[in-house]
């Protein structure tokens, strides 16, 4: 059983930076593989970034790609996401997710635990 907790969302202008925070509870963190997801009004959860066990390996969708980062720290419980050059498109709910699975990580029903979610809002 693993709870996840999300942090660190808000109003930012187009252009701006945050960075979003993902707490994990026990003491198995490392077991997983975490990703990233966001849903928008009327539109399905869609992925946006994902890292291996050990943090090697890391994917990112094409909207996001060199701007967003995700890394983790498993000796604090925590996976991030630092998002830089925000546009208004970019907003959204952003959901935390952890999963064993060792393929399909792009598709949230890869994923056994979901967090509350946090929300990004990006002005013009």
């Known amino acids: 059983q693993v709870q996840l907790v999300e942090s660190g969302g808000g109003l930012v202008q187009a252009g701006g930076s945050l960075r979003l925070s993902c707490a994990a509870s026990?003491?198995?963190?490392?077991?997983?593989?975490m990703g990233w997801f966001r849903q928008a009004p009327g539109k399905e959860r869609d992925f946006v970034a994902r890292?291996?066990?050990?943090?090697?390996?890391?994917d990112y969708a094409d909207s996001v790609k060199g701007r967003f980062t995700i890394s983790r720290d498993n000796a604090k419980n925590t996976v991030y996401l630092q998002m830089n050059s925000l546009k208004p498109e970019d907003t959204a709910v952003y959901y935390c997710?952890?999963?064993?699975?060792?393929?399909?990580?792009?598709?949230?029903?890869?994923?056994?635990?979901w967090g509350q979610g946090t929300q990004v809002t990006v002005s013009s």
């Open positions: 997710a952890a999963g064993t699975a060792l393929s399909g990580y792009r598709n949230a029903v890869a994923y056994d635990y």
């Open positions: 026990g003491r198995t963190f490392s077991s997983y593989a």
């Open positions: 890292i291996s066990r050990i943090g090697r390996t890391t």
